[in-house]
């Protein structure tokens, strides 16, 4: 299994929240693991805000930079061309989509090209259902 991990997937297991179990079995499982360079900016900085508000303390964001780090040793990370974004600022089959999901969209959507059988690991169901093949 090839899966492409959007945020909202790799912030559920970072967080341990729901299905963040099975999220993380899916990442462990998978031969491949791609993402956007979007999903590595978006993860840190909710960790940064999680950190500066009252929701985690220092050592508990550092652990969780620290296991996000090691992860994405591990991964392909897609960085966003021109291609993507043009794709991104398109319209997708079910609107309205934010931006950023819109270049998760476009950045997948591309994988798929090279990965007919990627896997769009998210927990936005809009995001889900935007790239169903």
């Known amino acids: 299994m090839i899966v492409y991990a959007e945020t909202s997937a790799v912030l559920r297991w970072l967080f341990n929240e729901d299905a963040g179990e099975q999220i993380l079995q899916d990442l462990q499982n998978s031969e ?16 940064h805000r999680a950190e500066s508000g ?16 090691q992860a994405v040793t591990r991964w392909a990370v897609l960085e966003v061309s021109a291609e993507v974004a043009r794709r991104a600022e398109g319209v997708f089959p079910l609107e309205p989509v934010r931006t950023l999901d819109a270049s ?8 798929r090209e090279s990965f007919p059988d990627l896997l769009i690991l998210s927990t936005d169901e809009r995001v889900r259902r935007n790239a169903l093949p």
Not at 33 to 46: D, G, I, K, M, P
């Open 32 to 47: 491949k693991v791609l993402c956007s360079r979007l999903t590595l900016l978006e993860t840190r900085q909710v960790i």
């Open 54 to 69: 009252p929701r985690i303390s220092e050592g508990e964001a550092a652990d969780l930079f620290t296991v996000f780090g």
């Open 104 to 111: 998760h969209l476009a950045s997948a959507l591309f994988l």
